[in-house]
């Protein structure tokens, strides 16, 4: 079993910066990865940002690219999400994810084993 716990969302205005935080506990594995997806009001849930373990590799949406990074702190198990130059249309749940073996595409939900509760996101204009 694998809790994962979303922090940092908050209120923002359009042009701000936010930092949200995943930290992960109790059962590692091998391979895997984590991700990001968020869920705007009247839509689906989407794919934000993904990256692997152990490789490391990074996945991006094309409408976040260039102004979201996601990262990790091993030492920590975190996950981070830099998102810079907001715009109203990033007002969403976001959520973290984690999947528990190797997958061979990460832009859909159905990757993941365990999710977090998500912290919300709101880009003022």
């Known amino acids: 079993q694998v809790l994962l716990v979303e922090s940092g969302g908050g209120l923002v205005q359009v042009g701000g910066s936010l930092r949200l935080s995943c930290a992960a506990s109790?059962?590692?594995?091998?391979?895997?990865?984590m991700g990001w997806f968020r869920r705007a009001p009247g839509k689906e849930r989407e794919f934000v940002a993904a990256i692997r373990w152990p490789g490391g590799g990074i996945y991006y949406s094309d409408s976040v690219k260039g102004r979201f990074t996601i990262s990790r702190d091993n030492t920590k198990n975190t996950v981070y999400l830099q998102m810079n130059s907001l715009a109203p249309e990033d007002t969403a749940v976001y959520y973290c994810?984690?999947?528990?073996?190797?997958?061979?595409?990460?832009?859909?939900?159905?990757?993941?084993?365990?999710w977090g509760q998500g912290t919300q996101v709101t880009v003022s204009s």
């Open positions: 109790g059962r590692t594995f091998s391979s895997g990865a």
């Open positions: 994810a984690a999947a528990a073996a190797f997958r061979r595409v990460l832009s859909i939900d159905g990757s993941y084993d365990y």
